[in-house]
């Protein structure tokens, strides 16, 4: 197989006709001389995103970061088991439906114009280490897979995803924020399979805490999670009212910022109005003086032309009169 210098090296040479691109497919026994970034960028038709899934395990591809943008069709991203890519930056992707990284060292992924139709999203098996807050506009997700990773504190930023029906945030440190999650997930998973004592398992706390009995199926999802979840929030009145009042408060200053905004942009379209109508004003202020102009020279040159036509007419008779005299019996020629 031929080594290449780096990722892009690699791509250009293997896809160099961009808009005939319908699928990019990464071969796991592919070789670069040196670590990359790697730039997908303006692929009209492309769709699909993969590795080719004929030899098993994990790559030890030399790539460092993967920038996806500009490609207005693609609706899959399934990269698993490149264990050296740290980041993955997704813009300008607005058909995205699935998204699957698990298994590499991700730290961090960035979505900016991308994911709003994103409705399977695998981060399994990572490191990233921070909150929930980068995935709050994932609106539109059905399936949301974090286990084996180091997110911590609420499923707060969950809260907006009215869709989602598959939840796993096993071996993870989000410990809090039942009250925020949608009453439609039907399967969910917290355990701490790891042997390690993940604050994840706390959720199961939760529940006991309330004399809620919890059972795990085979698959270590927890047993009429949606009827556990109700009966929590039943016993948990406070906790939810709290996330009501919070959602009341944050619409009304959208409402607010949204008054403030359409404020602002009528008082611009007023003073553009009152611009334009000045402009307009002196305009016909100009056009009204031009023609007045016009105007009083034409008066002037229609009053010299008067002029001119009497003395004519004067010289016109007084040339008859004196013809007249001078054929008269006994004028002198």
């Given at each position: 197989?031929?080594?290449?210098?780096?990722?892009?090296?690699?791509?250009?040479?293997?896809?160099?006709?961009?808009?005939?691109?319908?699928?990019?497919?990464?071969?796991?026994?592919?070789?670069?001389?040196?670590?990359?970034?790697?730039?997908?960028?303006?692929?009209?038709?492309?769709?699909?995103?993969?590795?080719?899934?004929?030899?098993?395990?994990?790559?030890?591809?030399?790539?460092?970061?993967?920038?996806?943008?500009?490609?207005?069709q693609l609706e899959t991203v399934h990269i698993?088991?490149?264990?050296?890519?740290?980041?993955?930056?997704?813009?300008?992707?607005?058909?995205?439906?699935?998204?699957?990284?698990?298994?590499?060292?991700?730290?961090?992924?960035?979505?900016?114009?991308?994911?709003?139709?994103?409705?399977?999203?695998?981060?399994?098996?990572?490191?990233?280490?921070?909150?929930?807050?980068?995935?709050?506009?994932?609106?539109?997700?059905?399936?949301?897979?974090?286990?084996?990773?180091?997110?911590?504190?609420?499923?707060?930023?969950?809260?907006?995803?009215?869709?989602?029906?598959?939840?796993?945030?096993?071996?993870?440190?989000?410990?809090?924020?039942?009250?925020?999650?949608?009453?439609?997930?039907?399967?969910?998973?917290?355990?701490?399979?790891?042997?390690?004592?993940?604050?994840?398992?706390?959720?199961?706390?939760?529940?006991?805490?309330?004399?809620?009995?919890v059972e795990i199926e085979w698959d270590e999802?927890?047993?009429?999670?949606?009827?556990?979840?109700?009966?929590?929030?039943?016993?948990?009145?406070?906790?939810?009212?709290?996330?009501?009042?919070?959602?009341?408060?944050?619409?009304?200053?959208?409402?607010?910022?949204?008054?403030?905004?359409?404020?602002?942009?009528?008082?611009?379209?007023?003073?553009?109005?009152?611009?334009?109508?000045?402009?307009?004003?002196?305009?016909?202020?100009?056009?009204?003086?031009?023609?007045?102009?016009?105007?009083?020279?034409?008066?002037?040159?229609?009053?010299?032309?008067?002029?001119?036509?009497?003395?004519?007419?004067?010289?016109?008779?007084?040339?008859?009169?004196?013809?007249?005299?001078?054929?008269?019996?006994?004028?002198?020629?």
């Amino acid at each position: 197989m031929t080594e290449y210098k780096n990722a892009q090296e690699w791509l250009n040479h293997q896809y160099p006709n961009r808009r005939q691109v319908e699928t990019i497919e990464f071969d796991s026994e592919l070789k670069f001389k040196q670590p990359s970034e790697l730039i997908i960028d303006d692929y009209p038709n492309l769709k699909v995103i993969q590795k080719n899934y004929v030899s098993t395990g994990s790559s030890s591809l030399k790539l460092t970061k993967l920038t996806v943008s500009n490609c207005p069709q693609l609706e899959t991203v399934h990269i698993d088991y490149f264990k050296n890519i740290r980041e993955l930056v997704l813009n300008n992707l607005p058909s995205l439906k699935k998204l699957n990284c698990s298994h590499n060292s991700f730290a961090e992924v960035k979505f900016t114009n991308a994911g709003e139709k994103l409705e399977h999203l695998d981060l399994s098996s990572n490191n990233f280490s921070q909150d929930l807050s980068f995935l709050s506009h994932l609106v539109n997700l059905e399936n949301l897979d974090l286990r084996r990773n180091n997110f911590a504190g609420s499923l707060e930023y969950l809260k907006g995803m009215s869709k989602l029906k598959k939840l796993v945030i096993s071996d993870t440190d989000l410990d809090s924020g039942l009250e925020y999650l949608p009453d439609n997930i039907e399967y969910f998973y917290c355990s701490s399979s790891r042997g390690k004592n993940t604050k994840s398992q706390n959720i199961y706390n939760l529940f006991a805490k309330e004399e809620i009995t919890v059972e795990i199926e085979w698959d270590e999802k927890i047993k009429n999670f949606p009827q556990k979840l109700q009966a929590w929030k039943r016993a948990n009145p406070g906790l939810v009212i709290a996330r009501w009042k919070e959602e009341v408060e944050q619409s009304k200053q959208m409402v607010s910022q949204l008054k403030e905004e359409l404020q602002i942009e009528r008082e611009e379209a007023e003073k553009a109005l009152d611009a334009a109508q000045r402009w307009r004003e002196r305009q016909l202020k100009e056009v009204t003086e031009q023609k007045d102009k016009e105007i009083e020279n034409l008066k002037k040159q229609v009053s010299q032309l008067q002029s001119q036509l009497v003395s004519l007419q004067v010289q016109d008779q007084t040339a008859q009169i004196l013809q007249s005299t001078s054929s008269l019996p006994g004028s002198s020629k």
